[in-house]
């Protein structure tokens, strides 16, 4: 009973009270290790949880913005695949029909390398202005930073159009049937990723939802800041608050709904509702 006793008395309560809180403390070390540290880093979380799903999103939405390109720029869906065309095996073989195997560079552009040059890129210009000047033709590329010149045979040659139904994957039938399978496939797996951003979407929706209503719960709930009630999962009370305090126990509670949109892991960011 002595024992007892001395744990009321006034002047021993301090050392109880100081006891009490070590005890406190140490079981909230031994019960967090090393999760507490991880789940003070949001970064850290970031890149060991989210980076690959997020990763996996980046990807996608990449390849939808190169076939927005493609398409844009009229560019063969089929060769992009890598699929092996009748025009790009004779536009190999094309240079055979002028004079030089290639076109003689006058000018070029900083980031463009002469022998990236080919007759294809001349013929590919479609219908261009050129100049006469000593019996030769120059020719400003559009699509690449050069000026080519060429003899009046190459000239009279690629005004002939001929050079360009080789090249061109409109004028071959396997071509044709090759860009119609690419884009079938293409249009295909675009409404799958389509159906499936929805529902990622329609989810995400529902769980922000979710994640706002928890945290409205987790932040109103009242929870006394006092050795013999506090979770070892809670943070730390500072004695000095509660002994300036009006006697009732403090709590977590901040009194205010929030959101957890736009950012959940950036509390200040957070919207008042």
Request: hydrophobic share 35%; aromatic share 6%.
């Amino acid at each position: 009973m002595a024992t007892l006793s001395t744990a009321y008395d006034a002047q021993s309560t301090p050392i109880v009270m100081d006891r009490a809180w070590e005890k406190v403390n140490q079981e909230r070390s031994n019960k967090m290790g090393n999760s507490s540290s991880m789940l003070c880093s949001g970064a850290k979380i970031k890149s060991t949880y989210f980076a690959t799903s997020r990763q996996t999103l980046l990807t996608a939405l990449e390849l939808s913005r190169a076939y927005q390109r493609i398409l844009t720029d009229d560019h063969s869906l089929a060769r992009h695949m890598n699929v092996p065309l009748m025009s790009d095996i004779l536009a190999e073989k094309i240079s055979h029909l002028f004079s030089e195997a290639r076109p003689h560079i006058l000018e070029i552009g900083a980031e463009e390398k002469s022998n990236d040059i080919t007759w294809v890129d001349v013929i590919r210009e479609g219908s261009f202005h050129t100049e006469h000047q000593n019996e030769k033709f120059r020719l400003r590329l559009r699509n690449r930073e050069a000026v080519v010149e060429m003899t009046q045979f190459d000239y009279d040659l690629i005004l002939s159009g001929m050079p360009w139904k080789l090249v061109h994957p409109q004028s071959h039938a396997s071509d044709i049937l090759a860009e119609i399978s690419a884009i079938d496939l293409v249009a295909s797996e675009m409404r799958i990723w389509k159906g499936i951003v929805a529902k990622i979407s329609e989810t995400i929706d529902d769980t922000l939802k979710r994640l706002t209503e928890k945290l409205n719960k987790v932040d109103e709930s009242d929870i006394a800041q006092h050795p013999s009630q506090q979770s070892a999962f809670l943070p730390e009370a500072n004695p000095q608050d509660v002994a300036a305090g009006d006697g009732s126990p403090d709590t977590m509670s901040s009194g205010k709904k929030r959101t957890c949109e736009p950012h959940l892991e950036d509390p200040p960011s957070r919207r008042r509702i």
